[in-house]
């Protein structure tokens, strides 16, 4: 059987590391992420915490397949440090991750070399402090409804496990779910015909 392509592995908890290279400080973070959103928030979090580094280097990777990706130097020489934090974590096989590096200079240049491998252990050190946890890749279903289909509707959610994200039963029934990615052909196919419905 082959294996399903919305399942993905990352990391169970926030982590922080700390290593350092001839008087430069490298503090890395690594945060379980799910949206550029959240991405944002972290970052901009991260350097008003440490307004007085001198670089906050960045990569992450959004979607199990690994296409949604970023990687950033913030100033340091190119693909110095976000790409060696990028490679980390895809030779770690993970997704739905975001690694930080926040740098303090110690004065002493490390040269691209030595950047690159401060950049890399920081990240390997972040990522190796939480436990990996393989998770399924799930897609926001908003079913808009009348009452009569309520019970045939609930028996689905029921079926194939949905997670109800929320609710409201007013004039007309609206459900959020989450439904697993490679299950959402089959859902939308049996609500055709009962509910209107929007992937948010």
Do not use: W
Request: with cysteine.
């Amino acid at each position: 059987m082959a294996e399903a392509t919305d399942t993905y592995r990352t990391i169970a908890a926030p982590t922080q590391s700390l290593y350092k290279e001839k008087g430069s400080k490298f503090i890395g973070f690594a945060y379980p992420v799910d949206t550029e959103d959240e991405v944002k928030q972290i970052l901009s979090q991260l350097r008003k915490t440490y307004f007085d580094a001198r670089h906050c280097c960045y990569a992450y990777i959004l979607d199990a397949q690994g296409t949604t990706y970023r990687a950033n130097d913030d100033g340091e020489p190119n693909h110095s440090a976000g790409d060696p934090i990028l490679g980390q974590i895809r030779s770690a096989s993970l997704s739905h991750i975001l690694v930080v590096v926040v740098r303090y200079f110690g004065g002493i240049k490390l040269g691209v070399s030595g950047l690159i491998q401060a950049y890399k252990t920081a990240t390997a050190e972040a990522i190796t402090q939480s436990a990996i946890v393989e998770k399924v890749e799930t897609t926001t279903l908003q079913v808009n409804f009348g009452y009569e289909h309520m019970n045939a509707i609930m028996s689905l959610v029921k079926e194939y496990h949905l997670e109800i994200k929320e609710q409201d039963f007013n004039l007309r029934c609206r459900l959020q779910v989450a439904v697993r990615k490679t299950l959402v052909p089959v859902i939308t196919g049996k609500l055709s015909g009962m509910a209107t419905f929007d992937l948010i």
